[in-house]
């Protein structure tokens, strides 16, 4: 199988509003957010870094300052935990700004994530890349991203998540059409849709926020039209991708190569919603070695008291 260039770059769009999390949004980032006692936005950034990718540029927006902020140094605090003799402290501070090489780009006008992830093109050049969205928290002990970059590698063209959801769930997803491969894990996709009614869904399989793509697919949002919502969808040029390959004549035709999906079983925690948000302290918290043995007698005792 043919073995294709290396995958180095991430972009991460944290471009959005925030507007499901008001009045806690209104002067803080969505995606500074804490998740236990690190912002969901970390999470996403050290998944990046573990799957081999240490160029990290961020598309983000007004209002998002505190990102750049939060990956930089921050020399004030440091001397003042180094003075202190905290060391536990001063390493956590100093992780977020060793992390990767971190880039950032403005979106501008917010036109979907199409046009956030077609900011990224003149960093990008040529190159494939992935893109991570931060309201989905992969669990580091399901690499996820990894066997994605794998898989495109292998395979060339573009890989995308994908996870078996409930049908009356596929509405709130964009939902693939699938063919099986000689890898369980692996599908081709041959189809894409935004957010259909469950009548219409090709299957029960949703996109989730990891992706890794061919650099043909900016000449393809260059030229896509707004969908959904009246926006440029990124679902809608993988969809043209996908179709483009499937149905051409000749190898040259292919042009951006195949749209694979990996099919992901593993732990994910939805940020996106503050229902799924709380779940996700919850379940993390209880996972962690420092807390999560105090914190789930406490749990216990909660629950049986509420019971």
Not at 90 to 108: I, N, P, W
Not at 142 to 158: C, F, K
Not at 282 to 304: I, K, N
Request: glycine share 8%; aromatic share 6%.
């Amino acid at each position: 199988m043919t073995q294709h260039p290396r995958i180095s770059k991430a972009v991460i769009p944290a471009a959005g509003l925030g507007t499901r999390f008001l009045p806690a949004t209104k002067a803080t980032p969505k995606e500074m957010l804490p998740v236990v006692d690190k912002p969901a936005i970390q999470y996403v950034v050290e998944e990046a870094v573990a799957a081999g990718l240490d160029d990290v540029l961020m598309v983000t927006g007004r209002n998002k300052r505190p990102l750049e902020d939060h990956f930089d140094r921050n020399y004030e605090l440091e001397s003042a935990l180094q003075k202190k003799g905290d060391a536990g402290r001063l390493a956590k501070v100093q992780e977020s700004s060793d992390l990767a090489t971190m880039h950032y780009v403005r979106q501008g006008d917010p036109k979907g994530l199409g046009h956030a992830v077609l900011c990224a093109a003149p960093h990008v050049g040529d190159e494939p890349f992935a893109v991570l969205l931060g309201d989905d928290l992969i669990d580091p002990r399901d690499p996820l991203l990894q066997r994605m970059v794998e898989v495109q590698e292998q395979r060339g063209g573009s890989v995308i998540a994908l996870m078996e959801v409930a049908p009356e769930q596929i509405h709130l997803y964009g939902c693939a059409a699938v063919e099986t491969t000689e890898d369980s894990d692996v599908v081709q996709v041959s189809g894409l849709i935004e957010k259909p009614d469950p009548a219409d869904a090709p299957s029960n399989y949703a996109v989730i926020g990891r992706y890794v793509l061919d650099p043909h697919i900016f000449d393809i949002l260059r030229r896509t039209e707004p969908g959904r919502g009246g926006e440029i969808q990124l679902t809608d040029a993988l969809q043209q991708l996908a179709e483009t390959y499937t149905s051409a004549a000749t190898a040259a035709e292919k042009i951006g190569g195949p749209v694979h999906g990996v099919v992901f079983k593993g732990r994910r925690y939805d940020t996106g919603d503050r229902g799924d948000y709380l779940r996700a302290i919850v379940r993390l918290a209880c996972e962690r070695e420092d807390l999560g043995p105090d914190f789930r007698t406490w749990l216990r005792s909660y629950v049986a008291e509420e019971m």
